[in-house]
């Protein structure tokens, strides 16, 4: 394919900087962000952004478009009600997924819209993407501007983690072939394959 410096980077065509750009990073996770705003009206937009950012608490990042110029439901709806769940897309749906991309108007639901279900549990007030094996609600907790492009890195704590009887635990971890799906970019969906587990890395017999 080639290299490419910053020159190369400045004169590219918009959409194929933002496809290899935004590619480049790898394969993440799909997953989906369910919110529901102050009329009770439910949200579901596919992200690909998910960023570890801690354990204790229990914290992860999401990356969000600039919100100035276009209308984001799902932004919006996290500022009214500080809340939202992060749902891995189950490789049957990714299609479904995918289409929760497209602009729908606010009083429709991309639950419906695109085949989804609602689920819920009792003290929480987002919905749930039912289809999912591994989903979780998270309360905002910090907001982060990146003022050399105007986007937004959301750190939110789960607060409640459901992982599907299904689903093996193997270390103490899920085991996510076949249950949830890659992407790179955004529109290239892949399968997960999982390769072997391995032990803490140390030097020699180093017990640290
Ligand atoms: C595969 C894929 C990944 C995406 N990841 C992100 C993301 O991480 N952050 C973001 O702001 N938008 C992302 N988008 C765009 C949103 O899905 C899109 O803007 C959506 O319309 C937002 O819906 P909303 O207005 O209902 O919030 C992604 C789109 C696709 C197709």
């Known amino acids: ?42 949200n579901l937009a596919i992200f690909n952004s998910i960023a570890h950012i801690g354990s204790d608490p229990p914290l992860l990042g999401l990356i969000f478009r600039p919100v100035d110029e276009v209308r984001r439901h799902t932004w919006e709806n996290i500022m009214q009600s500080g809340w939202y769940t992060i749902n891995h897309v189950h490789p049957e749906y990714i299609e479904n997924a995918h289409q929760t991309s497209a602009k729908y108007p606010t009083e429709i639901s991309e639950f419906k819209a ?51 009887d299904d689903v093996s635990l193997s270390d103490g971890q899920p085991d996510f072939t076949g249950i949830a799906a890659g992407v790179s970019g955004l529109n290239s969906y892949y399968n997960l394959q999982f390769v072997k587990e391995l032990p803490y890395a140390r030097i020699g017999n180093s017990q640290k």
Do not use: W
């Open 1 to 42: 394919m080639g290299h490419f410096n910053t020159d190369d980077f400045r004169s590219m065509d918009r959409i194929a900087r933002l496809k290899l750009v935004n590619a480049i990073s790898g394969v993440r996770p799909a997953t989906l962000i369910g919110t529901k705003n102050d009329q009770g009206r439910t």
């Open 114 to 164: 695109c085949g989804f279900c609602e689920e819920y549990v009792a003290g929480i007030q987002v919905p749930f993407v039912k289809e999912s094996q591994v989903r979780m609600a998270l309360e905002l907790a910090e907001i982060v501007k990146i003022e050399l492009n105007g986007t937004f890195l959301l750190v939110g704590e789960i607060k409640y983690l459901h992982i599907h």
